[in-house]
Structure formats: structure tokens, C-alpha cells
């Protein structure tokens, strides 16, 4: 590894953010949420660090069998199910967990022979209106799969569109409860939002993605939480320039001097993953100090301003977020989310677990 720029994963962090998990959610098992790669930061190094978790969940199949390959033994839940039905007689072979969420699902699974049961998420929609079966034909499809001989341990799950916003969890929580009643199956609902701020829903599984990669769901601050941040973006400045007042930096020119500046180029760009349209402004961290990013971000690189750092110079670290500059301000600035930023670093920025 040459290119200065790569992401630090903390596995530490990552162990430290599930025990306040587990402290939330005491009476709970816990389903760590490891699709898109693991929220970037890599779905081996974060299986392996979190051996504490009682499940896994991806969403693409390759992942799972990728996973029990590398000899996980664990529930592992394809959180979209199945796409096709010659995945089927591969995930029973293999053990993996499909949430169930369609009619043509459900179909599938009823003509297909498989060679072990298959245990299933059955997936209610109670008012996201993304998947699911509604309520009134889903306590049907509950009963069916109770019954068919393909099928072994049935739990019932929800996800909530709200439960870090205002709006809160209460509507669909009580069509949940509703819809559930009587049955005497599992139970999942919350997502990190939840386990943050709503205990009534914590039941048999919880479901924690962004909170145990130390960023937020909601409005309070991760590091306010507890959390720990599990990723730092690392890189190094690989020039520094001198501007004179009336000259231009970056593509298009965005930004002109009006006093003597010293931009810093930073190794790392969109092609990265570093979001292209974060504004002049946006923080940076140089050699341990806050500076501003200046101008455009190109495919590769970034400039930054070292009006207050004179000691920065070429090779002074610099870290995009992470430990001292949290993802999600980065995130403010550019107008999207932590979870965006952590799921876009690129294939080509090499992840290195401590
Ligand atoms: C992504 C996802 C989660 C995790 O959500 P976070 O907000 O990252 O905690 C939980 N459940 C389902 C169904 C999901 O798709």
C-alpha cells in the first residue's frame, strides 16, 4: 500500500458499541445488521470482531455463503429474502435465515423440495410501505408456513419508518401488536433508532446497524450515546501550494484568493467515496487540527485550507472522519447522512482492522 489513504477500522469500538447495546437491550438478542459490507467497513473483520452477536444480517447471498465458508457457525438472515428460486435449495444446504416478505416468496418456497428446513423472518408492513405482507393476509401466511414441512423456526418481524423522528414508533407498534396477537413466535422490530429511544419495542431480536459502527440514527449525537466511531478515513496531504490573492483553486474555479493562501492536496477524492458535493467549509482534520476544505472535490484529491496550521507540510496526516472528527458532521456538511458516506468509501480504499 503506497497511496496514503485507507480506512482504520477500530474492532475494539465496534465490540464496544455492541456492549451498549446489550445494555440497552438486556433481555434482547442481538442481530447484527452487516449489509453493504458491513456499512463499508468490511463484513469478515466486523463478523470476526463482533463474535458477541447472536446473528448476522446481509442481504446478498454471496456474503452469507462467504461468511459460513470462512466457518461462521451463527444464524445468518438474508434481509431481503430471496430473489429467485434456485437460491432456494442453497440456503437450506447452507442454513441461511430468508426474510420472507411477498407472495412470490412464499410461492417459491411452497413448491420447492429442500433437503433441511429452512427457519424464517416473516416480514409484516405496518406502515414503512416498502416490503411486507399487510396486515390481514400476513397472520395467514404465518399459519401457512407454520405448517409446511420445508419450513422450521418462524419469527415475525417488522421495521419502523420513524422511530427517529417524533413521529415515533406507536402507530405501527400497535399494528404489530395487533396484527401478532396470540401467537406465540419470536419477535424482531428495532433497528438502532429504536434501541436508542424506544424500549417497547426491543422484544426477542433487535436488529442495531449504524449504532454499532458508532454513527447516529437520529437528531442526539453518537458520541452522546456512548458509541465510539469504528472507521477513520486516513490519508496524508501529498502537496501543499501557494496561492496569491486573484488566483483560482480547483476545477471550475470555485474559489479565488483574496489574501496569500496555503491549500494543502489531500490523497483522497470522489472516486473514494469522499462525497463530491461537499461545499468549501466542510471540516477536515490536518495534523490533528480542524481546517476547512476549499474548492471542489476532484476524482482522487482534495484541497484544503492551512491558513491555520503553518506546521502542515507534505505527509501531515490527515483524517477525513473518524475518531476526532465524527462522520456525521462531515455528513451535515455535505448534506446527507453518516450511513452514506460509510457504505460509498470505495472498493479501492484498503480497510485496516486494529
Ligand atoms: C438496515 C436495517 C436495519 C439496521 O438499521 P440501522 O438504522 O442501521 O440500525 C435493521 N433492520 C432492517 C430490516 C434493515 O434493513
Known amino acids: 500500500m503506497y497511496r496514503p489513504l485507507f480506512a482504520r477500522i477500530d474492532t475494539a469500538a465496534l465490540q464496544h458499541n455492541l456492549r451498549q447495546v446489550r445494555a440497552l437491550a438486556p433481555a434482547s438478542k442481538v442481530l447484527a445488521v452487516l449489509k453493504a459490507d458491513a456499512y463499508g467497513h468490511g463484513v469478515q473483520t466486523v463478523a470476526s470482531a463482533l463474535q458477541e452477536a447472536d446473528a448476522l444480517g446481509v442481504l446478498e447471498l454471496e456474503q452469507a455463503l462467504a461468511l459460513r465458508a470462512a466457518g461462521e457457525r451463527r444464524p445468518i438472515v438474508l434481509m431481503e429474502g430471496y430473489f429467485t428460486a434456485d437460491e432456494l435449495p442453497l440456503l437450506a444446504e447452507h442454513q441461511l435465515t430468508p426474510v420472507i416478505h411477498s407472495t412470490q416468496q412464499l410461492a417459491w418456497l411452497q413448491q420447492a423440495w429442500l433437503p433441511l428446513r429452512l427457519d ?21 401466511v404465518v399459519q401457512q408456513l407454520s405448517r409446511w414441512p420445508q419450513v422450521g423456526r418462524v419469527t415475525l418481524m417488522s421495521h419502523f419508518a420513524t422511530a427517529d423522528e417524533t413521529d415515533g414508533v406507536a402507530a405501527q ?11 406465540q413466535l419470536p419477535v424482531s422490530l428495532a433497528n438502532s433508532a429504536a434501541i436508542l429511544a424506544h424500549p417497547d419495542t426491543h422484544a426477542d431480536w433487535v436488529r442495531p446497524g449504524i449504532m454499532l459502527y458508532g454513527a447516529r440514527s437520529g437528531a442526539a449525537s453518537a458520541a452522546s450515546q456512548g458509541l465510539r466511531p469504528v472507521m477513520s478515513l486516513l490519508s496524508r496531504l501529498i502537496a501543499v501550494q501557494h496561492v496569491e490573492p486573484g488566483g483560482s483553486i480547483g476545477y471550475g474555479a470555485t474559489v479565488v484568493a483574496e489574501y496569500p493562501m496555503r491549500i494543502g492536496v489531500v490523497a483522497c477524492g470522489y472516486a473514494d467515496g469522499y462525497p463530491r458535493h461537499a461545499p468549501t467549509g466542510t471540516p477536515v482534520l490536518v495534523g490533528g487540527r480542524r481546517c476547512q476544505l476549499v474548492g471542489r472535490v476532484s476524482m482522487d484529491m482534495l484541497t484544503v485550507d492551512l491558513s491555520g496550521c503553518p506546521d502542515a507540510d507534505v505527509g501531515t496526516e490527515v483524517e477525513l472522519w473518524g ?22 468509501v470505495s472498493a479501492r480504499v484498503p480497510r485496516c482492522p486494529v
Do not use: H, I
Not at 120 to 140: A, D, H, Q
Not at 323 to 344: N, R, S
Open 120 to 140: 424464517v423472518w416473516v416480514k409484516l408492513n405496518s406502515g414503512m410501505n416498502r416490503l411486507g405482507f399487510p396486515p390481514g393476509p400476513y397472520r395467514e
Open 173 to 183: 407498534l400497535v399494528t404489530f401488536l395487533m396484527e401478532t396477537e396470540g401467537m
Open 323 to 344: 475518531t476526532q472528527l465524527p462522520v456525521d458532521e462531515v455528513a451535515v456538511a455535505a448534506g446527507t447522512l453518516g450511513y452514506e458516506l460509510l457504505t460509498a
